[in-house]
């Protein structure tokens, strides 16, 4: 059969995520140091996994709410109210989904019409361009840059803007470049969304993991933004709970309401072990996450420092846990750079040009990796830049 006639012209033509073509070419081989998937090296804290085991032996083992468990919501209107300085109801304005992933996916579509633009800040996600095409919707990057620690300016975002903008989508810190946003910066922005009307998306995952002085702004919290914000979180990073599959997002009612129809069609709604989990992580895992953010630091200033040393000239980011280093100097693409360091030295880390053009020429090293293989690593990438050179 041909199946090229089957398959819905939008899905056919988006790509295959660059990050897992790459890591295709990992498995099988031994002795790799992987600085690549973005994933804790950390196991779940023991307290959140109990509380997942508990939930299965006293048979809590059945569909929720299509919002989620009435006390999680509780639980993440608290902690989103005493993090972020923005109170959500947890009977109408909170949404569980099934990870940061699901509460894209369901916003976007929630949102848009076909032809919408959708304005967002490139190096980015693997997943932003992709679930917006998948909305019928017209993806615009704003290219962010080294000069600026990848920081997206609110004049590139005015010049971003046209009549058919109907969401700005932001994520601070940013995966893959672990750059911040200052204050000043997310002010111009809210102002530019609130004068042309728009929604903005903020994709805080990685908002709890900064290593500077600064506290964290979400750009909900910003006056006149509860109203035009979808603040999108959950559990993967901070708490290490990837595989829970858990996240959530907090709206105005109408457009939860919107993104619940689309969620309990086609989720029905997150496990229910996974949430009784989520609520032991907001209540009880802020130890554990400073402990796990503690050691995350030390392994930036390390990683950073050592790959400047080596020539690969890098930015300090100010969260997450990646860095994104220059290999231009190198005259290597992203992909040679990355397919060649794996084949000579064994080490696996991401083409900066999966996460948009804008990428190019970069690399993203993911630091969530015990601290003696990220010295191994820096060896073996060192040797490697000798050779090129
Ligand atoms: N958003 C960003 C910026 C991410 O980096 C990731 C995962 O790497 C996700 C969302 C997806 O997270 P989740 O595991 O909650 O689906």
Redesign the pocket.
């Known amino acids: 059969m041909d199946y090229s006639e089957k398959i819905a012209r939008n899905v056919a033509a988006i790509p295959r995520s660059g990050i897992r073509d790459f890591f295709e070419l990992v498995q099988g081989r031994d002795d790799v140091i992987s600085l690549g998937v973005?994933?804790p090296d950390f196991v779940t804290p023991w307290n959140i996994r109990e509380a997942a085991i508990y939930s299965l032996e006293k048979g809590h083992t059945t569909y929720t709410s299509n919002l989620g468990l009435l006390s999680l919501r509780k639980s993440i209107s608290r902690y989103v109210e005493g993090f972020f300085g923005v109170r959500y109801d947890p009977a109408a304005e909170v949404l569980v989904t099934?990870?940061?992933?699901?509460?894209?996916d369901i916003a976007l579509r929630a949102l848009l019409n076909p032809g919408d633009e959708v304005i967002y800040h490139e190096p980015?996600?693997v997943?932003y361009s992709p679930s917006i095409l998948l909305a019928h919707a017209v993806p615009v990057p704003v290219v962010t840059t080294k000069q600026h620690g990848f920081s997206l300016k609110p004049d590139a975002v005015a010049a971003a803007i046209t009549p058919r903008t109907r969401v700005i989508m932001l994520?601070f810190p940013?995966?893959p470049t672990g750059a911040c946003a200052s204050r000043d910066d997310l002010e111009g922005i809210a102002k530019l969304a609130i004068e042309h009307d728009l929604i903005v998306m903020t994709?805080e995952?990685?908002s709890e993991l900064r290593y500077d002085d600064e506290s964290h702004v979400s750009i909900a919290s910003l006056p006149g933004m509860r109203e035009r914000s979808i603040l999108?979180h959950?559990?993967?990073?901070a708490f290490a709970m990837?595989g829970f599959?858990?996240?959530y997002a907090c709206a105005p009612q109408p457009v939860i309401e919107a993104m619940m129809k689309i969620h309990q069609y086609a989720m029905l709604c997150a496990p229910i072990m996974s949430q009784n989990a989520a609520i032991e992580a907001l209540e009880n895992g802020r130890a554990a996450m400073l402990e796990m953010r503690a050691s995350y630091h030390q392994r930036r200033d390390f990683l950073v420092r050592r790959l400047n040393e080596i020539g690969l000239d890098c930015h300090m980011p100010g969260g997450?846990f990646y860095v994104f280093p220059d290999i231009r100097p190198t005259g290597l693409s992203s992909k040679e750079f990355a397919t060649r360091l794996l084949q000579e030295e064994n080490v696996a880390c991401v083409p900066g040009g999966a996460f948009g053009a804008s990428g190019e020429g970069f690399l993203r090293c993911c630091y969530a990796t015990a601290f003696e293989d990220i010295r191994t690593a820096t060896e073996r990438i060192g040797r490697f830049v000798n050779r090129l050179s």
């Open positions: 973005g994933e099934v990870g940061v992933s699901e509460a894209i980015c996600y997943s994520n940013t995966n994709d995952i990685y999108l959950g559990f993967s990073k990837t599959r858990l996240g997450a």
